[in-house]
């Protein structure tokens, strides 16, 4: 049955990050963080509703907007927020910024878990803040968090947070019950923060199970920091809307100053409609977004086993990022990442760009229709076919 993620829905010109910044027509972008999709309908109708009301002034957040949030996470994650927990800003990058702003001082130590999101690096240094890498532990085609190592690491009196990746970007993985709180746990013991980026959280398939760091206890709960965003989930990243949920306080009132002096405070007009709508409405669209997602990776996968049998594609258990081990090739992540777009077009992320624990990896995005995922599988094919 064709479904609607199957349209083909041309993104040059239209300003397109993903789309617009290669100068070659003819490149196929398998690389930034966003879909190629159309938002789900309840967004799009709520959009064209502002639009053409025609006044675009300076915008007050409205409870019903946190009553959006409190329901979602109510209702999907079984966490149960308070309004006055929530600090609305335009993007998890910019919160996270803030956070680390607000919590840390200049030389302090940020503790990060490479391969990992790349701008959880840029955001440690622009706050003068030193970068700490407690790896994963890279085994039997999966990762797992080098707990001793994390105990040595946060035991440094000038270590004050842990930014947790949960779901992990780019590893796919959903961190369970027991692996979440072995990690609170230690970060307790040594007074350590964990600022929980949570932005995936929504894109979770079978047979796992999101769990927010902040709901597994009360003390887990005033000892972090939690960042969502609808903005992966519906496609929304150029809406520029993050949530920040801070239980404690204290910690929340040094962010809210952190965000004003980082002028990040506003949301605009439309992220306001677009959020309410998404979380209101658009669960319906994201059960089928999870499915067919879902779809591309079997097909992702079973295109590797079958003509790249020796590069394991690693189990995606959230998000729509597919992380593949190519060491076998003998090549460096930036080589094959060079190879693929001056041959073929094709352009993916290297690993290294996660930290040097990435060396041999690429991630490809692969939320596109699935004759386009196709073309990309192809593309790789004539590469390293041979």
């Not at 701008?119 to 003068?128: K, P």
Request: glycine share 4%.
């Amino acid at each position: 049955m064709k479904s609607c993620f199957d349209e083909i829905i041309p993104r040059r010109n239209s300003h397109s990050c993903k789309w617009d910044s290669a100068d070659d027509s003819d490149v196929l972008p398998m690389w930034v963080a966003d879909m190629d999709f159309r938002t789900a309908r309840p967004v799009m109708d709520a959009l064209e509703k502002r639009v053409r009301h025609g006044i675009f002034g300076y915008t007050k957040i409205p409870a019903a907007c946190f009553d959006a949030v409190t329901g979602w996470f109510a209702r999907r994650h079984n966490f149960h927020l308070q309004r006055d927990w929530i600090l609305f800003t335009t993007g998890v990058v910019p919160a996270l910024s803030a956070v680390i702003k607000a919590l840390t001082c200049p030389g302090d130590k940020v503790i990060v878990q490479p391969p990992v999101y790349n701008c959880f690096f840029s955001s440690i240094r622009n706050d003068q803040c030193e970068t700490v890498s407690n790896d994963l532990i890279y085994r039997n085609g999966t990762y797992t968090v080098d707990f001793a190592d994390l105990e040595s690491k946060a035991s440094d009196p000038q270590a004050k947070l842990l930014l947790l990746c949960n779901p992990h970007n780019p590893a796919g993985r959903v961190w369970s019950k027991e692996e979440l709180s072995r990690i609170g746990d230690i970060c307790l013991r040594n007074r350590v923060t964990v600022v929980s980026d949570e932005i995936h959280c929504d894109l979770v398939y079978p047979g796992h199970t999101h769990l927010p760091f902040a709901s597994l206890s009360e003390d887990f709960l005033y000892s972090s920091v939690t960042c969502t965003s609808p903005g992966k989930t519906f496609n929304l990243a150029g809406i520029q809307v993050a949530n920040i949920i801070a239980a404690d306080e204290t910690k929340r009132k040094q962010i809210d100053k952190a965000l004003n002096i980082n002028e990040v405070c506003e949301i605009n007009v439309f992220a306001v409609e677009a959020l309410m709508a998404a979380y209101n409405e658009g669960e319906a669209w994201l059960e089928a977004l999870k499915r067919y997602l879902y779809d591309n990776y079997t097909c992702f996968k079973d295109c590797f086993a079958k003509y790249f049998p020796k590069l394991p594609v690693l189990p995606l258990e959230a998000t729509y990022l597919v992380w593949v081990d190519c060491s076998q090739l003998g090549l460096s992540s930036a080589q094959i990442a060079k190879m693929l777009l001056e041959k073929e077009k094709l352009w993916v992320n290297e690993g290294t760009i996660y930290g040097r624990a990435g060396e041999g990896f690429v991630r490809f995005n692969i939320a596109c229709p699935e004759k386009r995922l196709m073309e990309g599988l192809e593309r790789f094919r004539r590469v390293f076919g041979k």
